[in-house]
């Protein structure tokens, strides 16, 4: 009963969203206070049924009701609770579901959080992501319904959840990258609304801004989860593969990243409108394309599940007609908005612009590489692939303008500046840096040059910012949002030292081994003690005692092999002892025979930094949107509730 | 000219300047990291698009199934070669390091390396699919391939068949 229940559920929220496209953008341009007025109930209506269906899933789930078709192509009696949950989003289905849900979640946010707005531009900001939801409640009642049934002969068990994403970082790396890649659906409608309108002006921005920074926030998040779970689950000690799909989500967040930045100076300038509006544009047009990629299942990927050719049709339809229509808007629409601030050549305003063109060339590298082996393939030239040396070698060259500028941009001021007056400020970062970059040169003898010009430039930046910091009169008053600028290039920092210091420091080897064998790796002996058969809850597995021996401190790790007989497959657990400094990493590979095995053993140093800069950036994330200015904006009582408490 | 064109014609000309030099150090970027995809009969015989046959030390990728009982393993270390073939075709792959999880004979892989000899690939990455139902397209595809060309009869034995049928 409950699935159709979700089912029904699901089908009369595309009648909310359909109403919620066409009544209150019809009464905004007309000036139909009632149609206008209809926004939110229609918004509340839709997020109340999302959330009933994505309920009636996952209590499908939870209760193994395997006379549901998803549930039993992806979930397991002997699954434990909390993966059964998450089993929700484990395939094409429900990940769509959970898609959804977070797009209504985000409607409801901005229906709740924008009282103090004009009530037309929230019904067309409401409508425009009415219209996107759309889109996506078609393709999923139509091509993927996650609420069919196999009555009346049902499985009496399911085939299991895919083992490798029975992990805790598969658990919220989803719905951390979902509410990321969505939430810029929210920067996409107010670009569209503003189009609509013809008006944009800083307090649009001020509008735009926090949930930007909110969705950018989320999609750092996800990335660096996936990330991370890649680095330990997948078993071969990587963090990152310019895998097709790691480059489907990185473009959104390079697009989100100069958006942030644009939306700055639109902000407080008044400048850069129609830049910001393309950004908004690009954003999340690019998460639409990553959905396309991802599920059309054209790329070749652990993220690409089994998929039929009509739902990668529906979706470049929908692509084309999303992304069409908003660039062709902003083609017919774009001019109306002018930007009345001037600014001189060397400004603040020139050196963001800068950055972002970086950026942007960033994003069209990946979106090169990533395209490429499609179009050729469509071309009918044959399959290619494009190697990371690519990829790794033009980001290596884009980083260093990019973060040259980005270390003293924060000291220049608007509008116009005289390097004369940071001559010093800037002298003095350089000294300091290229002394502790000597030290560092002497402490760790590294002798690629890469690693120094990245390290290098990466202390350049973190010390460049708090030069900055200390430039400032008085640094209790500053601003949060000065502060989440602060973390957010400290973050920056601490990532690029993590990339260098890992990608040319690491000791990899891949060794045959019994127990009791040792071998050595940069200073450390690894010892294989003994392998024994371990019985997990839904698997059964070789555990592997490892003892690593540095200086005079002695680490265990466990390393282990499981076999998941539902779905007969292997999946590799790492052995990790993370540090700061260093993470050494043990993995098992095959066994070759009855007592050797092929063991990966690795000492990869600073790899955490990757994703300690990543949390730095989401903790800048926050403090932006804490600042006190949007406090005010983003306020849920109208101007008129204020009103009548004050009195 | 006034300093105010002056300062636009510096700006385009360096955003010119930009431009080009980033243009061409993405394309020879992209000059040196394009992999070609094989199946082993294109190797032995030339893609099927173009009719090219890999040169020797080129760096490419490989996709096929890996025979049946074609997996040695080294006595010392982890060295190992397998053979894997499309359409009775048969490339020797020669890697060492851990294979994958999911590598097992009969199975499709797509392995990355260099041409050492006209059938043989010296890999330094090898994947497997991830799971039971997922097969990499370029497989698939290979695969395909191999359906369409199966029925391993000449025409005249068609022609005999067609005879023996009429009969």
Redesign the interface.
């Known amino acids: 009963m409950l699935p159709e229940i979700g089912h029904f559920a699901l089908i009369l929220s595309l009648f909310f969203t359909v109403a919620l496209a066409i009544f209150p953008m019809w009464g905004a341009q007309k000036n139909i206070p009632a149609l206008i007025a209809l926004a939110r109930p229609l918004v509340w209506g839709y997020f109340v049924l999302a959330s009933i269906s994505l309920f009636c899933l996952s209590w499908a789930f939870y209760h193994n009701d395997f006379s549901v078709v998803y549930v039993a192509k992806n979930s397991n009696s002997m699954l434990p609770w909390y993966y059964r949950l998450s089993a929700v989003w484990g395939a094409h289905e429900g990940s769509l579901l959970l898609w959804i849900w977070i797009l209504a979640l985000w409607t409801a946010g901005v229906a709740l959080f924008s009282r103090k707005l004009k009530k037309s531009d929230v019904a067309r900001v409401l409508a425009v992501l009415g219209f996107v939801s759309i889109g996506f409640l078609l393709f999923t009642l139509i091509t993927s319904n996650p609420f069919e049934r196999t009555l009346p002969y049902f499985p009496i068990d399911g085939r299991d959840l895919?083992p490798?994403l029975q992990d805790f970082g598969l658990i919220i790396h989803p719905p951390m990258l979902y509410m990321g890649y969505v939430g810029f659906s929210v920067a996409f409608a107010f670009a569209i609304s503003a189009l609509i309108s013809g008006r944009m002006d800083s307090s649009w921005a001020r509008w735009a801004r926090p949930w930007t920074l909110l969705a950018w926030g989320f999609l750092t998040a996800g990335i660096a989860l996936g990330s991370w779970w890649a680095y330990y689950e997948l078993?071969w000690g990587g963090w990152w593969f310019w895998d097709p799909v790691e480059n489907a989500s990185f473009m959104p967040w390079l697009a989100g990243t100069a958006l942030i930045h644009s939306l700055a100076v639109t902000e407080k300038r008044n400048a850069f409108k129609s830049w910001t509006l393309l950004l908004a544009i690009s954003a999340f047009s690019l998460s639409l394309l990553g959905t396309f990629l991802v599920r059309s299942?054209?790329l070749?990927s652990?993220h690409?599940?089994?998929s039929e050719p009509e739902r990668g049709i529906f979706i470049l339809g929908y692509l084309i007609v999303v992304i069409g229509g908003a660039l062709t808007l902003y083609a017919l629409r774009a001019n109306t908005l002018v930007s009345s601030h001037r600014y001189k050549?060397f400004s603040r305003e020139v050196l963001l612009f800068c950055n972002n063109v970086l950026l942007v060339?960033a994003l069209a590298?990946v979106l090169?590489?990533t395209l490429?082996p499609l179009v050729h393939k469509e071309l009918?030239?044959?399959?290619?692939?494009?190697?990371?040396?690519?990829f790794n070698?033009?980001f290596s060259?884009l980083y260093i303008p990019f973060a040259l500028i980005l270390a003293f941009a924060p000291l220049i001021r608007w509008k116009q500046d005289k390097i004369q007056r940071v001559k010093k400020d800037i002298l003095l970062g350089a000294v300091a840096t290229v002394f502790t970059l000597a030290l560092c040169y002497f402490t760790y003898s590294i002798d690629n040059p890469w690693t120094l010009v990245g390290v290098g430039l990466a202390l350049w930046v973190a010390i460049m910012t708090f030069v900055e910091l200390k430039s400032n009169k008085q640094i209790a008053k500053l601003p949060m949002s000065h502060w989440g600028m602060v973390f957010g290039h400290l973050g920056f920092a601490v990532m690029v030292i993590g990339i260098a210091m890992t990608t040319f420091g690491s000791v990899e080897r891949?060794?045959?081994m019994k127990a009791g064998d040792q071998v050595e790796l940069s200073g450390f002996t690894f010892t294989f003690e003994s392998i024994e058969q371990v019985q997990g809850p839904n698997y059964s597995s070789h555990l592997a005692d490892f003892t690593v021996q540095g200086g005079d401190k002695t680490y265990e790790l466990h390393a282990e092999?499981r076999f998941y007989p539902v779905?007969?497959?292997?999946?590799?657990e790492a052995g990790i002892d993370d540090g700061l400094m260093r993470d050494l990493y043990v993995a098992l590979?095959?066994q070759?025979d009855d007592d050797y095995w092929?063991?990966?053993v690795y000492v990869k140093p600073y790899v955490r930094w990757i994703w300690l800069g990543s949390i730095f950036m989401c903790i800048a994330a926050v403090f932006c949107i804490a600042d006190r200015r949007y406090r005010h904006v983003l306020s849920w009582r109208s101007s008129a509730d204020k009103a009548t408490s004050q009195a | 000219m006034n300093p105010r064109r002056k300062?636009r014609l510096f700006?385009a000309s360096l955003l010119f300047l930009g431009l080009a030099a980033?243009a061409a150090?993405?394309l020879t970027?992209?000059d040196?990291?394009?992999?070609?995809?094989y199946s082993p009969t294109e190797i032995l015989h030339g893609?099927?698009?173009?009719g090219l046959k890999p040169k020797i030390g080129q760096?490419l990728?490989i996709g096929g199934m890996v025979k049946e009982g074609s997996v040695v393993?080294s006595e010392?270390?982890?060295n190992v070669t397998f053979a894997l073939q499309t359409n009775g075709d048969v490339v020797y792959v020669t890697f060492?390091?851990?294979?994958p999880?999911?590598?097992r004979e009969g199975q499709g892989i797509?392995a990355?390396g260099h041409l050492r000899s006209p059938n043989k690939v010296e890999a330094f990455e090898v994947l497997a699919k991830?799971?039971?139902?997922?097969m990499?397209?370029?497989i698939a595809?290979a695969m395909k391939g191999i359906k369409h060309e199966k029925p391993q009869y000449t025409a005249e034995q068609l022609e005999t068949l067609e005879q023996k049928k009429s009969y």
């Open positions: 895919n490798l078993g299942g054209i070749v652990v690409a599940f089994a050549l060339v590298v090169l590489g490429l009918g030239l044959g399959s290619i692939s494009i190697g990371e040396p690519f070698k033009l060259y891949d060794v045959r092999k779905q007969k497959s292997v999946m590799t590979g095959e070759i092929g063991v990966r | 300062q700006i980033g150090l993405i970027a992209l040196e990291n394009i992999d070609f995809f893609k099927k698009e173009t760096r990728r393993r010392k270390d982890l060492d390091g851990i294979l999880d999911l590598f797509v990355q991830h799971d039971e139902e997922y990499p397209p370029e595809e």
